[in-house]
């Protein structure tokens, strides 16, 4: 069994380690309680900017970038002077300057005990050099600046491990769940109960088959992942770190699917046969389904029962008289499941299901065998509106309309004579999507 890297220090760098470059320093700076202030405008490093007020950051190296905290100028003297909107560029070379967007400061207070603030988070970026650029101050009318700012960087991984450390408080991520998978995108999420609240996750992963890791660092128990390579496998894992310890996932993989593929839907669910007790449900198949769940239970109630099937078909028996039911039908798809959009059929009264008397809608249809003109006599205990397709027995629509119906007996015709000799299916449905009933329909000359 692989293992997840194992040792990830988190350093903190604060501005005088961090080497800032900018136009302009006061020069007493007891003046600025140790602030750093531009009070005059020069040419940005980014040059399509201008002149500005500005101040640069050179890591030294390239290094991974996570979250920040900055403190706002705090002397009670000079509160207007903090920076409020900023501008956020990075850069690896410090010519070539990518934008990262914008931020506002809030405003410092002037007290003795100033905790800061959450800067930027710069969600694993990988830069030597950050710029800010001033856009707006809390209201002086030439000077601009601010006291400090930390760095959160992430370095380098490897796949050198250490055993896990720590106490009994605290414990690895045990399993992943793949919720959503495309050709490039990804969403994952998982379980973590153990700890105190605030544990923080670095989710690490890559291409099967390469050296470096991307991470991502987040308090969140999911995380989602974009711009993925289609047809591509991908290795990734969880640190925890729980109580200033490390705790290491196993490594597991998904690939994406080929570009413009995925899971798609079960669909065309229908009933066949219907009786106070059973129902026959029929639903369009999948090629890549090598068997299907079906969920089901009363509308009203949440308990639900599930079986499998290896067929696009299914006989639930040992339902209740006149209850209304929904169903959803899924399948095992890469390494997740698809499922359906809800589907609902009542069932009939204990009585006759053609006693006209009962609250069951009813459909009929005559002759049949038709050679084309097929007439539907739907029964109906409300008035709205009634969907039907006619389908083949692929699940195809080959045709599909829509009409007005009434309280009492409806008749209209439905014509087949373009269809070949063969067996197709009616499906009604109606305009609550609550109410389906299907017939079978056999086409000769």
Not at 10 to 18: E, R
Not at 90 to 107: A, R
Not at 149 to 173: H, M, R, T, W, Y
Not at 366 to 390: A, C, H, K, M, R
Request: glycine letters at 6%.
């Amino acid at each position: 069994m692989k293992n997840l890297i194992a040792l990830i220090i988190i350093n903190f760098l604060t501005l005088p380690l961090v080497f800032p470059q900018s136009q302009c320093f006061e020069p007493d700076a007891k003046i600025w309680l140790d602030s750093w202030a531009s009070c005059e405008k020069s040419l940005n490093p980014k040059a399509e900017y201008g002149q500005t007020h500005w101040i640069q950051y050179d890591l030294g190296t390239i290094r991974k970038l996570s979250k920040t905290w900055v403190w706002n100028t705090n002397d009670p003297g000079k509160l207007n002077q903090g920076f409020k909107k900023i501008k956020v560029d990075y850069s690896v070379d410090g010519q070539n300057w990518e934008y990262w967007g914008e931020m506002e400061f809030p405003k410092a207070e002037g007290k003795a005990v100033y905790g800061g603030f959450s800067g930027p988070d710069l969600m694993n970026i990988e830069a030597q050099y950050i710029l800010l650029t001033a856009i707006s101050n809390h209201g002086h009318p030439s000077c601009y600046g601010f006291a400090e700012i930390k760095f959160n960087l992430l370095p380098e991984i490897n796949l050198d491990s250490i055993p896990n450390q720590g106490n009994e408080e605290c414990e690895a991520v045990e399993e992943v769940y793949l919720e959503e998978l495309t050709d490039t995108e990804a969403l994952l999420f998982w379980d973590y109960e153990l700890g105190p609240e605030g544990n923080t996750f670095i989710f690490a992963y890559r291409q099967a088959g390469t050296e470096d890791w991307t991470t991502i660092e987040t308090e969140d128990y999911e995380v989602f992942l974009e711009n993925l390579q289609p047809a591509t496998q991908y290795e990734y894992g969880i640190i925890v770190l729980c109580e200033d310890e490390y705790y290491e996932s196993e490594i597991w993989t998904f690939t994406t699917f080929a570009e413009g593929q995925g899971c798609e839907e079960v669909e065309g669910i229908r009933v066949s046969e219907l009786s106070e007790s059973e129902a026959l449900l029929n639903w369009n198949q999948i090629e890549v389904a090598d068997n299907y769940f079906v969920v089901y239970g009363l509308v009203d109630q949440e308990e639900r029962l599930e079986v499998e099937t290896e067929n696009p078909n299914i006989l639930l028996t040992q339902l209740q008289a006149s209850s209304e039911y929904e169903v959803e039908i899924g399948y095992e798809c890469a390494q997740l499941e698809s499922w359906s959009e809800p589907f609902y059929f009542t069932t009939a009264l204990a009585t006759s299901i053609n006693d006209l008397q009962t609250n069951q809608d009813e459909l009929k249809v005559f002759p049949n065998p038709s050679t084309g003109q097929v007439n539907v006599e739907y029964f109906s205990q409300n008035s709205g509106v009634l969907y039907y397709t006619i389908r083949n027995i692929y699940g195809e629509v080959l045709q599909q309309n829509t009409i007005q119906i009434s309280a009492d007996r409806n008749l209209f015709l439905v014509d087949i004579s373009a269809l070949p000799d063969g067996l197709y299916l009616l499906d009604t449905r109606k305009g609550n999507g609550r109410s389906s009933i299907s017939r079978k329909i056999v086409k000769m000359q």
